[in-house]
T-cell receptor, first 114, second 112 residues
Framework: DGGITQSPKYLFRKEGQNVTLSCEQN?????MYWYRQDPGQGLRLIYY???????QKGDIAEGYSVSREKKESFPLTVTSAQKNPTAFYLC?????????????FGPGTRLTVT | ELKVEQNPLFLSMQEGKNYTIYCNYS?????LYWYRQDPGKSLESLFV?????AVKQEGRLMASLDTKARLSTLHITAAVHDLSATYFC????????????FGGGTRVLVKP
């Protein structure tokens, strides 16, 4: 089955700890994205990558870091510098060709930091 | 800066009646997406609208795009309980690669 997997589904961390969220896709998509969703709100873009070994900051990159060493994988690290890390994190991927550039979403990771 | 506004934010529907959700955006784009999100779940793609005048229909849902007015609508015909969810529109920022800006969502609750 082709798709996007995220792990873990739920993650609990103490304040001050870094944590890494996994995102893997087997859709052969070039582009991958990380979004954050807070309760009752829309999604905000954290980082995105259009090609292996390259990535760009999104709208709310502060306190986060990413890597893109393989086409299939785009892990997100939430660092201790992120002031309000508790949120629902969604990973997405898309092909980089016409016509639609449609983004497909993974199941999400719910991070709680206390 | 691209802004995307949805209204209403919350919509209480009666089964069997028709309703419309509106999505306005502030700068030029010709790619607009509608997604559905159930509570605690990820986003499910509903429609991809790629050109002015595009209309897509799936079951009781129909989406349209007017790029001149910078407006998309999601029309629900004869609402049923299964359509209870939060609906998001998202607009592609043309000049910045395939980056999406999402609206704040419309929470739909269909009551018997």
């Amino acid at each position: 089955d082709g798709g996007i997997t995220q792990s873990p589904k739920y993650l609990f961390r103490k304040e001050g700890q870094n944590v890494t969220l996994s995102c893997e896709q087997n859709l052969n998509h070039d582009a991958m994205y990380w979004y954050r969703q807070d309760p009752g709100q829309g999604l905000r873009l954290i980082y995105y990558s259009q090609i292996v070994n390259d990535f760009q900051k999104g709208d709310i990159a502060e306190g986060y870091s990413v890597s893109r060493e393989k086409k299939e994988s785009f892990p997100l690290t939430v660092t201790s510098a992120q002031k309000n890390p508790t949120a629902f994190y969604l990973c997405a991927s898309s092909p980089q060709g016409r016509p639609s550039y449609e983004q497909y979403f993974g199941p999400g990771t719910r991070l709680t930091v206390t | 800066e691209l802004k995307v506004e949805q209204n209403p934010l919350f919509l209480s529907m009666q089964e069997g009646k028709n309703y419309t959700i509106y999505c306005n955006y502030s700068t030029t784009s010709d790619r607009l997406y509608w997604y559905r999100q159930d509570p605690g779940k990820s986003l499910e793609s509903l429609f991809v609208l790629l050109s002015n005048g595009a209309v897509k229909q799936e079951g009781r849902l129909m989406a349209s795009l007017d790029t001149k007015a910078r407006l998309s609508t999601l029309h629900i015909t004869a609402a049923v309980h299964d359509l209870s969810a939060t609906y998001f529109c998202a607009v592609d920022r043309k000049a910045a690669g395939n980056k999406l800006t999402f609206g704040g969502g419309t929470r739909v609750l269909v009551k018997p």
